[in-house]
């Protein structure tokens, strides 16, 4: 499923759990039918320019659970 970023930050500090993954994107993701969800997305490289309305794309890991991920 594709989907649009509606609002986002880039988190440059975080708990013990995650600071092996600092900066990260969270996001609320926007699907075609309006609905929004808050995710991680995967892809975020620091520097990297994100804007409202970018693109992302879900798909099943290997384990079966979706992932977010930028589509530039």
């Given at each position: 499923m594709?989907?649009?970023i509606?609002s986002f ?6 708990s013990l ?10 996001a609320?993701?926007?699907d075609e039918n ?11 490289v ?5 804007n409202?309305?970018?693109?992302v794309?879900s ?14």
């Amino acid at each position: 499923m594709n989907y649009k970023i509606y609002s986002f930050a880039v988190m440059r500090s975080a708990s013990l759990d995650f600071q092996d993954k600092v900066p990260y994107l969270t996001a609320i993701l926007e699907d075609e039918n309006g609905n929004r969800k808050s995710e991680f997305v995967h892809g975020y490289v620091d520097g990297m320019t994100i804007n409202i309305n970018d693109r992302v794309v879900s798909e099943k890991g290997a384990d079966g659970v979706e992932i977010y991920r930028i589509a530039k």
